[in-house]
């Protein structure tokens, strides 16, 4: 209501009361002590509604400080609401920085990686563990066990696993005697997967990592095969980890899962040297130990592949 209407009421209800008044004195005309009465009642009226109207003005003083007020509270919100906008700004820039750093953190990969198999008692444990984990692993199969156990090779193909070159017979004395025996068995072993799994391997493990053929066969011979692999859209691997589980017979998974965690440093990524021949039963033992230290590292597993990390050893 504004201060106009109120004002226009206060008049009506003042004009209401003085011709009450009025009236009042025509019926008591002759009446003059009544009069006197009437005319002190009128009064009275009159400056009640002069009272009313002081206290209706009063009111209206207080509306517009608490207008005013509501206003100021208004803009203060208003100020609040913009100040939390710049927070929520601020929040989402950080959540994406501390995101980025995340996806950075679970760039750190190990690869796993298990030689000399396929074996009957080893294998097969070695891929139930990893199924348990949904992790995937890299296979250097030797094309002699494969032959054996076509199945296993089939199944960690089947599952996801790299089945890679590892030589057909695994014979230093024959592979590393010349370069031409060397390419017959890794033919051999080539087509041996090949019709075990339907695809030649295009990764590939020296017997004994490259250093053992460098020693055995000499430097150019180990460059020699490495060029003819890159032709080939191939690579070979060694490893920057090696679990020691084919240094003795007698390594306990607690040795394995120890050098394991001893040799990762700080290495953004490692290739993991393990073994699945059926001597080999600690390293099934120790591999859910390994694996769970490396994911509480903060890494991820994948498999090896010739376009992505390697590790060539002297
Ligand atoms: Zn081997």
Redesign the pocket.
């Known amino acids: 209501m504004s201060r106009m209407h109120l004002k226009v009421i206060i008049s009506l209800l003042v004009l209401l009361t003085l011709s009450s008044g009025i009236k009042a004195i025509q019926i008591n005309a002759n009446q003059k002590f009544e009069l006197k009465e009437y005319v002190a009642l009128i009064h009275a009226q009159t400056e009640t509604v002069l009272d009313l109207e002081v206290k209706l003005n009063e009111s209206l003083v207080q509306i517009e400080v608490l207008e005013s007020e509501y206003k100021n509270q208004i803009k203060e919100m208003h100020d609040a609401y913009l100040k939390l906008n710049e927070a929520h700004a601020l929040l989402i820039e950080q959540y994406e920085m501390v995101k980025s750093q995340n996806i950075a953190l679970t760039d750190k990969i190990i690869y796993l990686t298990f030689?000399?198999g396929p074996s009957p008692s080893v294998t097969e444990e070695i891929l139930d563990v990893l199924k348990q984990y949904d992790i995937q692993a890299t296979f250097?199969v030797?094309g002699r066990n494969a032959i054996r156990y076509p199945e296993i090779v089939k199944r960690a193909h089947d599952e996801g696993h790299i089945i890679g070159n590892?030589?057909y017979s695994?014979n230093y004395s024959l592979i590393y005697e010349s370069i031409d025996m060397f390419w017959d068995d890794f033919e051999q072993a080539q087509e041996t997967l090949y019709e075990i799994t339907g695809e030649r391997p295009n990764v590939f493990?020296f017997?004994?990592g490259s250093s053992s053929a460098a020693n055995l066969s000499g430097r150019q011979f180990r460059n020699d095969v490495a060029n003819r692999l890159l032709e080939r859209d191939m690579q070979y691997f060694d490893w920057d980890i090696d679990s020691g589980d084919?240094a003795s017979v007698y390594a306990t998974a607690q040795t394995i899962r120890s050098n394991t965690m001893s040799q990762l440093g700080k290495k953004k990524r490692a290739i993991v040297l393990l073994?699945d021949t059926d001597a080999k039963k600690s390293t099934v033992d120790a591999l859910p130990g390994v694996i769970e230290y490396y994911i509480s590292m903060g890494y991820r597993f994948d498999v090896l592949t010739p376009n992505g990390y390697t590790a060539h050893h002297n």
Request: hydrophobic content about 15%; cysteine-free; proline content about 8%.
């Open positions: 030689d000399d250097f030797q590892h030589s695994h493990r017997p004994g084919a073994h």
